[in-house]
């Protein structure tokens, strides 16, 4: 089997469960296969990049602010160094209350119904997905209640990895430092993330026996890694995959990952059934733990951000 296995989510076999398994404990990273998402895919990708090819002056018209971190925005930090990227996030569509925080451009036809439909797949794929994580852990339902997500607290995000420096010249002004990677090592601070990425490559895990392995674009599949949350969930039997994207070169990079949160007022804390030995983390609120994530990203606090090793026993 490769590092980063490959499981097909329409019939997953023992063994690709077992590799799933293998590489959760390891670097957090596996690929779907057989999700049946090609066509919505294919549009997803197409409004990605008319969104990123239009006038500046449009993905201005969107950008985030510190009250509101959705929308589009291009001076992200990951551990205190600018991305190379430049972003467009947004929420579930469907709950007014929530598409009411949403930017959406105007002028781009058919844009903002492919996510709302995007979205909608991808939540979906989800819930099957975390079923086959649940299987690998051989979870009862008691436990993999308290391992769930829901959709209206998670997040899609489109990402353009430029050729150098995603801000103009002359706004760079008392701008924090470009980071050496495009994206610096980090971890989602979720459950699991799901990600599209296209044949470019540059996508790197970090392996406990290997070091930094390749997540190779593999057509017909998306990338799954584990975040924060799963690592505590399972008292450290699985990883939050730790991930960089190394520099663009000679060409541009797109992705589109699907955040999948727990619920807004989760507490999160160690499965007793995988706890036995003791438990490795103190409970904490999924709320507050994503707030200061999202503002560490947004503003340099001149300290190290967040992570879920902050509550560790």
């Known amino acids: 089997m490769p590092r980063v296995p490959v499981v097909d989510i329409s019939s997953p076999s023992s063994t690709e469960l077992g590799a799933l398994d293998s590489a959760c404990g ?10 049946g998402l090609d066509e919505i895919i294919a549009e997803t990708w197409e409004h990605t990049r008319r969104f990123f090819d239009a006038d500046r002056s449009l993905r201005k018209s969107v950008e985030r602010s510190l009250e509101n971190p959705l929308g589009y925005f291009d001076r992200e930090l990951t551990k205190r160094e600018r991305d190379h990227k430049e972003v467009f996030d947004f929420i579930d569509p469907s709950i007014e209350r929530l598409d009411a925080r949403n930017r959406w451009p105007q ?10 439909r995007y979205f909608d797949a991808f939540s979906d794929l989800t819930s099957r997905t975390l079923d086959l994580v649940h299987r690998a852990l051989d979870l009862s339902a008691e436990s993999r209640a308290l391992t769930s997500f829901d959709r209206n607290s998670s997040t899609v995000r489109l990402n353009h990895y430029t050729l150098g420096d995603p801000v103009p010249e002359g706004e760079r002004d008392g701008l924090a430092v470009l980071g050496k990677t495009a994206l610096g090592y980090h971890t989602d601070p979720g459950a699991i993330t799901l990600l599209l990425q296209d044949d470019t ?16 674009p593999t057509t017909g599949t998306v990338v799954v890694n584990l975040g924060d949350c799963m690592q505590a969930w399972t008292n450290d039997r699985y990883r939050a995959a730790v991930h960089r994207v190394l520099p663009m070169t000679t060409k541009r990079r797109f992705s589109i990952p699907y955040f999948a949160n ?16 003791g438990a490795r983390y103190r409970e904490f609120a999924w709320r507050e733990y994503m707030a200061a994530r999202a503002y560490d990203n947004f503003t340099d606090l001149g300290e190290p951000d967040s992570q879920v090793t902050d509550f560790r026993i």
């Open 26 to 35: 390891d670097h957090g990273f596996f690929l779907l296969a057989g999700h």
């Open 107 to 116: 002028d781009l036809e058919g844009f903002r119904s492919t996510l709302n």
């Open 201 to 216: 490559g540059g996508l790197q895990a970090e392996s406990l026996g290997d070091g930094w392995i390749d997540v190779p």
């Open 262 to 277: 727990p619920h807004r007022d989760a507490m999160v804390a160690p499965l007793p059934a995988l706890s036995i030995g």
